[in-house]
């Protein structure tokens, strides 16, 4: 409860966003669009503007180019205890203000304020993770084989990274790649997502404060993301392009990155299975798919779109999930209370809408929710939808929104080819007490990532990524500063 001494959090709201930046961050300066530019950002629970920020143009894309460029040698050469110490602060700063990111990013995305602390704990890992990783670079020294020449390997930066993250996860998806990119001795120009820059924007204010010098990490919001990627990504300066967003977009920006040959991280949708098998601990079960579904309102790349449960425990299974989904109470984020928020924008609301006709249209059972609450605000009620046939577009497509199908299966084989029958491969999920059936289907799954009887297992220390049209390349662990490092070989004979 608060009093007077104790403010609430919506007591706090103007504070938050006071501290939050507006502009652009180009070469150490926050600074004004060249057009004087800019746009809203809106909390999608109450449809109102919670501020306006700087619309990057692409003059401002290129400053921040030349901006980047110019810093690389000096920031490149730094020692690598400097980089992991401004990173260090930066873990430290992030923590320090974890209850005012935690309230912007409710603000301007929605989840409830418990999910946006977890975020910030999650996403401040990656800066302390990275500040880790920065000291423990490997390089060789060795013969080659016959003896003639002695061999050096060594990693050095890639060079100047553009940096382009969603709205879903504000925090994590800009620390993700910013802090592997510093720790590697890379400048960076970070792009946030038009819906949610205010997260990202105080992210890069802390490592300013942190010591990250001028030029070395440059955040331009644009309206327009092509207006900044274009010539972004046309510069021969530029040597790496890091995207977390759809598989769409993604395609898109791989053909732009091949004209300058980049290397590139691509973080893309995914259509995660999760199965229940009929020895599973069904309340294990049962939770885990509720984390699974609904962590950020089921707005996430690893969220369980598709539930195969065996048909021997499926009724028990669907009971236990409806009353868990009916428990859920959905509102503003920021009150007390609330365990699922509002979707992001109006679209994205006719889209779940959407997913839910055509399922039930094609014969599914609709067992909760369903619809839209009146009001004010995105939201959608949590559903859940049983007997959801192969070629629901639900089973198919990335549902991004609190909705559970069921379906059901009767044998591992079965449950192997339902779930890599999909062009996705990131995150899966499986629930058994059998260990080698759960590592065995492991070893049978297209998927990066695999939850064993668990529905939620991100961590900064794991490699994070996905297989087949999910992506490239992998986020958090030792994978993650590879990323960003080239690899050279120097030969020399001894005579
Ligand atoms: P999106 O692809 O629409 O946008 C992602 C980012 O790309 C945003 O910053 C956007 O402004 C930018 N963008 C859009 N068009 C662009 C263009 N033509 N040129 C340059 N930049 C462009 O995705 P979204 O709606 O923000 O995010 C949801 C998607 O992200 C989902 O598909 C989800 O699965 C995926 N995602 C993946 C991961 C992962 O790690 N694999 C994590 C989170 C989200």
């Not at 192997?416 to 999909?422: D, E, F, G, R």
Request: net charge negative; glycine share 10%.
């Amino acid at each position: 409860m608060s009093t007077s001494s104790t403010p609430s959090t919506r007591d706090l709201v103007p504070e938050a966003l006071d501290a939050v930046p507006t502009g652009l961050l180009i070469g150490g300066e926050w600074r004004d669009a060249s057009d004087g530019g800019t746009f809203a950002v809106e909390n999608p629970a109450t449809e109102t503007e919670l501020v306006r920020v700087a619309s990057a143009t692409a003059d401002d894309a290129r400053a921040a180019m030349d901006a980047a460029a110019a810093a690389q040698d000096s920031w490149g050469a730094t020692s690598a205890r400097e980089r992991a110490e401004i990173l260090r602060r930066g873990f430290d700063l992030v923590q320090e203000h974890a209850e005012t990111l935690a309230t912007v990013m409710t603000l301007e995305m929605g989840k409830p304020l418990a999910e946006s602390r977890g975020e910030v704990t999650y996403g401040g890992e990656f800066v302390r993770w990275f500040a880790e990783q920065a000291t423990q670079d490997v390089g060789r020294y060795t013969h080659t084989p016959e003896g003639s020449l002695r061999m050096f390997v060594q990693r050095r930066p890639v060079g100047p990274s553009f940096l382009i993250t969603p709205w879903n996860f504000p925090l994590a998806m800009a620390t993700r790649k910013v802090a592997p990119a510093l720790a590697a001795g890379c400048t960076t120009i970070l792009k946030p997502a038009r819906l949610t820059p205010l997260t990202s924007m105080l992210f890069a204010r802390l490592m300013v404060e942190a010591g990250v010098p001028d030029g070395v990490l440059n955040v331009v919001p644009s309206r327009s993301a092509s207006t900044v990627s274009e010539p972004i990504l046309a510069d021969p300066r530029l040597r790496k392009l890091s995207f977390t967003g759809s598989t769409a977009v993604g395609q898109s920006l791989l053909r732009d990155a091949a004209t300058n040959v980049l290397r590139t991280s691509m973080e893309l949708g995914g259509n995660a299975p999760l199965v229940v098998f009929e020895d599973a601990d069904l309340d294990a079960a049962v939770d885990g798919a509720l984390a699974a579904k609904l962590r950020n309102g089921g707005e996430a790349c690893t969220a369980a779109n598709r539930m195969y449960v065996h048909e021997d425990v499926a009724d028990a299974f669907v009971d236990r999930l409806a009353q868990k989904l009916r428990d859920v109470v959905v509102g503003n984020g920021l009150d007390d209370g609330v365990t699922l928020g509002p979707l992001i924008e109006p679209s994205a609301v006719d889209s779940v809408q959407a997913f839910v006709d055509d399922a039930v249209e094609r014969g599914a059972t609709l067992v909760v929710g369903g619809d839209r609450p009146d009001g004010t605000g995105h939201f959608f009620s949590p559903t859940l939808l049983r007997d959801v046939p192969p070629d629901a577009r639900c089973m198919r497509e990335e549902i991004f929104g609190p909705v559970a199908p069921v379906a059901t299966f009767s044998s591992e084989d079965e449950a192997v080819a339902l779930a890599n029958s999909t062009e996705y491969g990131l995150a899966s999920y499986v629930f058994t007490r059998d260990v080698p059936r759960g590592l065995r289907f492991a070893e049978r799954l297209e998927f990066g990532l695999l939850g064993l009887n668990a529905g939620v297992i991100s961590n900064a220390a794991a490699p994070f990524g996905g297989m087949k049209q999910s992506g490239i390349g992998r986020e958090g662990g030792f994978e993650g500063i590879a990323e960003y490092q080239e690899t050279q070989y120097v030969g020399m004979p001894l005579t």
